[in-house]
């Protein structure tokens, strides 16, 4: 293939030269994935399980999140919270936890020398919480109390509202913090049941990055992991169908109007997820994308806008988030579509591709120096997709878009039919919104 590269770049460099990680399975079935790094003295413990929330039923909304913090609350070892945070704190690693749509994860970082406490943390917590009836009463206003803070800042809200608007009422549109029903109702024996249906081996990864070798590794999963038992006992329901409302208007006296305007997009098992990636780049990946040049430098508009995608295994988006003045939100809706109506009829540049393919490069490889960063890239990868790639191929499936690809996908995905707009501010003329984005 012929590359074109602009008088500022130079060619897509070989970052590596050996393979960088390895997969081994365990008798159970539990695949473990090593990444070793050169130049670290840290290492992650990752556990992936496909355990999002869009495995959840209606009356379930809410209880994969809900579980990530329950598993917290101790197993036989470690029998409470304080336990599990000092086994930890007093190495002075880091743990944490995220529940996202199709999965959900359990990580601990930590010196190289303590690799295998944070295997014994982990794997009491994964195989043997018991999910006190009592920590459950006090966990509930946490979890209020979280749910609270993100109705209190819009610009998380807004995304959430976005993409009620894109999947409907399928559990792809459902917010991962649940339902007060769910938090205030859900008891010991929902857990365990929810739990024992996709915490199995043939529905997870335990994945190593960082300073360690795959024979220390498969010895260290087997060891603390190696229990793990039973068979995933449920299915997500297939994505089909966008919905058909194009504009979502939430109520709220705030300073500014906070937006997100956007359309389907590729889903994560489709090729033009690369070519999306980069069209966002282009449109509002940085600082010297048309969004952020046009909209906030040369109008003063706003103080953050961005665009982005989402890429779930059978549904997409690529929307522009933005917080505007009351007064110049329809100034800034019909901006940031005339950017989208720009790039489908006239399309990028040669020069744009080179400066977003450098720019995911650059970026990508800084992010990789993290050994919990470089643990998601792989283990997520293993989770979810069919193929797991090396560094190199993962790249080199951006370095091959071509600029014919992109002004293709941007030409079919920003028809105006297309546009979704949630807002949270004082709007409230749903049908002048409607007309913004026709």
Known sequence: MKLGFSRFAAPLPVLYTREVFSIETLDSGLPVLTAPTDGTESVTVLIFAGAGSRYEKNNERGISHFLEHMFFKGGKKYGNTKEVSMAIDSKGGD????????????????????????????????????????????????IMEEERMYQDTPMYRAGWDFERLLFGNHSLGWDTIGTEELIMGVQQKDFQKYKDSLYTPNNCVVTFSGNIESSNALQLANQYFGAMKGNKGREFEPFSDYG????????????????????????????????????????????????????????????????????????GSLSTRAGVDQSRLHEAIELIKNEYIVCREKGITEGELTRAKDFLRGKFTLSLEDSEERAHFYGKQKLLYPETCDIDAYLAKFEAVTKEQVDAFAAKIFAPENFRLAVIGQEDNQAKMEQLIA
């Not at 959900?104 to 406490?117: I, S």
């Not at 295997?119 to 459950?136: H, K, T």
């Open 95 to 142: 743990f944490n936890a995220f529940t996202g749509k199709e999965y959900a994860g359990y990580y601990v970082k930590v010196a190289a020398k303590h690799t295998e406490l944070a295997c014994d943390v982990l794997g009491d917590m994964l195989l043997y919480a018991s999910f006190p009836q009592e920590d459950i009463e006090k966990e509930r206003g946490v």
């Open 244 to 315: 058909s409302e194009r504009v979502h208007l939430r109520s709220k006296k705030t300073e500014q109007s906070h937006l997100v305007l956007g359309v389907p997009s590729a889903s994560a098992m489709e090729q033009d997820r690369y070519t999306q990636k980069l069209l966002a780049i282009i449109l509002g990946g940085n600082m010297s994308s048309r969004m952020f040049l046009n909209i906030r430098e040369a109008k003063g508009l706003c103080y953050y806008i961005s665009t982005d995608i989402d890429c779930y295994m059978d549904a």
